[in-house]
């Protein structure tokens, strides 16, 4: 529901979550790993990669990051469903 009234209300999308691929693909951001005495960065491919999976496993559009109807559906938010297809937002 939340992610539903952030796309509602402020036309969330994938764009924005993106936004922590480049502050962990930073390498000079990050302190010594004490596990393996070096700085870790994360790989932009990566870290795009998990997060298609990350919305998968939500039932979310993995190129959007919005819900699918039907997951909403599922979750008994079937009105909030048809307000973002009547927006055209899903």
């Known amino acids: 529901l939340e992610r539903a009234m952030q796309i509602r209300d402020f036309g969330r999308s994938r764009r924005e979550d993106e936004g922590f691929i480049e502050y962990f693909a930073r390498q000079e951001d990050f302190v010594i790993n004490p596990l393996i005495g070096k700085p870790m960065k ?16 939500r039932g979310w559009d993995p190129q959007t990051g919005r819900p699918r109807a039907s997951t909403l559906v599922k979750l008994g938010l079937e009105d909030v469903a048809l ?8």
């Open 83 to 90: 307000d973002l297809k009547e927006r055209a937002l899903i």
């Open 42 to 57: 994360g790989d932009r491919e990566q870290l795009a990669h998990l997060l298609s999976q990350f919305y998968a496993l």
